[in-house]
């Protein structure tokens, strides 16, 4: 059974760069076939995503937030990870990581989800 | 961008009713698109893939239909587990980029 596991400050100052852990356990990011992802929840709101990377490195990012996101990937650790810059209050959010097998198959696996909340 | 919009926003039902909740998408998105499922405090769940394939352990009264623009997600009778918010997901995009719709929230008449 694949798991996913967020990790990180759930607090992050204006300004500053928000960066999380998504750990994987129950299969290899590095087995292929898969695009791990970034997906976030305002709070109350709707969902919205951020970007994907593959076990090569390849990256895809949502358009508006491309400018500020970073999304790697470690496979010696089984992890990846996403870096956002320059946050603001509307950063805010919950931050979850997800599974895609690509193509026409949804999102299977998501971690908790971790709260972010961006504030001095 | 392609954008998703869900109909109803919100509908109440009650238990053993059949609910029918529409996804339109902004231009064909061919039969790339996925339901989910999200309860309060918890990650969404993936229903429907591939437009009307039901994810392993979903319960059959769940379906989707729909190919190009418009898609529909039908619960045929409510259990009371079912009431939730419910997402549609398009992965059509070039690059892979995908998009949700705002989402649905069915609650207990």
């Known amino acids: 059974q694949v798991q996913l596991q967020e990790s990180g400050p759930g607090l992050v100052k204006p300004s500053q760069t928000l960066s999380l852990t998504c750990t994987v356990s129950?299969?290899?990011?590095?087995?292929?076939?898969?695009?791990w992802s970034w997906i976030r929840q305002h709070p109350g709101k709707g969902l919205e995503w951020i970007g994907y990377i593959y076990y090569s490195g390849s990256t895809y990012y949502n358009p508006s937030l491309k400018s500020r996101v970073t999304i790697s990937v470690d496979t010696s650790k089984n992890q990846f990870s996403l870096k956002l810059s320059s946050v603001t209050a509307a950063d805010t959010a919950v931050y979850y990581c997800a599974r895609a097998a690509g193509g026409n198959s949804g999102f299977d696996y998501w971690g908790q989800g971790t709260l972010v909340t961006v504030s001095s | 961008d392609i954008q998703m919009t869900q109909s109803p926003s919100s509908l109440s039902a009650s238990v053993g009713d059949r609910v029918t909740i529409t996804c339109r998408a902004s231009?064909?998105?061919?039969?790339?698109l996925n339901w989910y499922q999200q309860k309060p405090g918890k990650a969404p769940k993936l229903l429907i893939y591939a437009a009307s394939s039901l994810q392993s352990g979903v319960p059959s009264r769940f379906s989707g239909s729909g190919s190009g623009t418009d898609f529909t997600l039908t619960i045929s009778s409510l259990q009371p587990e079912d009431f939730a918010t419910y997402y549609c997901?398009?992965?059509?995009?070039?690059?892979?980029?995908?998009?949700f719709g705002q989402g649905t929230k069915l609650e207990i008449k």
């Open positions: 129950g299969g290899s990011i590095s087995s292929g076939g898969y695009y």
């Open positions: 231009q064909s998105i061919s039969s790339y």
């Open positions: 997901q398009q992965s059509y995009s070039t690059l892979l980029k995908c998009s």
